[in-house]
């Protein structure tokens, strides 16, 4: 996949999807790789996560992202997550460095659009 990016950030940020799914376990990476037009700042992101799913509609499980947006001494940031799901709508929370000095939370909010 290819992105562009405007804003405080001009550039092109070409990118990789991986999931893999076997008896209730995934894994999925995504990582991409952002040329900097401007400043000359390019930068690497990635966002993994390692989940079970013992229902249809729910998940847990481990994260780790790295991102240049949110400023920390750890070069990964892991974390853990648990999600829910019903038909076209998902909710998954996620709390990062648990355990250091600076731990935060991310929710996702996922909307299918049904065919």
């Known amino acids: 996949m290819v992105g562009g990016i405007a804003g405080n950030t001009y550039g092109i940020a070409p ?3 991986l999931d893999l799914s ?11 790789f952002v ?36 400023q920390t001494d750890l070069y990964f940031q ?8 019903y038909r076209w709508f998902e909710v998954t929370g996620y709390i990062f460095n648990l355990g250091f000095d600076d731990p935060y939370p991310v929710i996702t909010v996922l909307v299918r659009i049904p065919e």
């Open 78 to 85: 892991p974390g853990f997550e648990l999600g829910g799901g």
């Open 15 to 17: 990118g990789v999807e």
């Open 22 to 32: 076997f008896f209730g376990f995934e894994f999925y990476s995504e990582s991409e």
């Open 35 to 70: 040329f900097d037009l401007q400043s000359k700042s390019d930068f690497f992101y990635n966002w993994t996560d390692f989940t079970y799913s013992p229902l249809d509609w729910l998940w847990f499980g481990l994260s780790c992202q790295r991102t240049r947006i949110y």
